[in-house]
């Protein structure tokens, strides 16, 4: 059975850092992308970040850019994220999803999600 | 950055009812259209992948059609267990982009 389960998320201050982990199991963790997907409170999903399987190419969404590090250790099966100079509007539910394969479709597709960790950011 | 936009982004059905909602995208992105669902406090789930291929274990009530900028998602019989917020994603090219979701309440 898949399970990821998200870890790492609290309250920090304004300028503060966290790094969120996503403990993975019941599948060849190596062989999949991963991604962070994160969720404002009463608000729509955002996608935050990427990684391909191997770890060697990282995507991320501008609104994170240059504050927050996507990476992964496959000996460990664990995705984490780096998050750097938190501001207001970083404060979301975020959410380690799996790629639902490695074909044209599967791609960047998410079959299977943690149950999320929130990150509150306020001072 | 490619957008998505849903519509409605809310509506009433009663349980039985046929329901859709539309998913259109600001350029074409072919096939990579996919469907979540998402209850209140849980993670999304998986529905519709590839524009129309159903995802395992997805009851075949939903399904999905279109391609290039104009999708669709259909619940054929609306169950009281649908009722629930969809999103569409589109996975064509980074930066990975939702629509901005469509509840659907019990009329």
């Known amino acids: 059975e898949v399970q990821l389960v998200e870890s790492g998320g609290g309250l920090v201050q304004p300028g503060g850092s966290l790094r969120l982990s996503c403990a993975a199991s019941g599948f060849s963790f190596s062989k999949y992308g991963m991604s962070w997907v994160r969720q404002a409170p009463g608000k729509g999903l955002e996608w935050v970040s990427s990684i391909t399987g191997s770890g060697g190419s990282t995507a991320y969404a501008d609104s994170v850019k240059g504050r927050f590090t996507i990476s992964r250790d496959n000996s460990k099966n664990t995705l984490y994220l780096q998050t750097n100079s938190l501001r207001a509007e970083d404060t979301a539910v975020y959410y380690c999803a799996k790629y639902l394969g490695t074909s044209e479709t599967s791609y960047r597709t998410f079959d299977y999600w943690g149950q999320g960790t929130l990150v509150t950011v306020s001072s | ?107």
């Open chain 2, 1 to 107: 950055d490619i957008q998505m936009t849903q519509s409605p982004s809310s509506l009433s059905a009663s349980v039985g009812d046929r329901v859709t909602i539309t998913c259109r995208a600001s350029q074409s992105i072919s096939n990579y259209l996919n469907w979540y669902q998402q209850k209140p406090g849980k993670a999304p789930k998986l529905l519709i992948y590839g524009a129309s291929s159903l995802q395992s274990g997805i009851p075949s009530r939903f399904s999905g059609s279109g391609s290039e900028t104009d999708f669709t998602l259909t619940i054929s019989s609306l169950q009281p267990e649908d009722f629930s917020t969809y999103y569409c994603q589109q996975t064509y090219s980074n930066p990975l982009t939702f629509g901005g979701g469509t509840k659907v309440e019990i009329k």
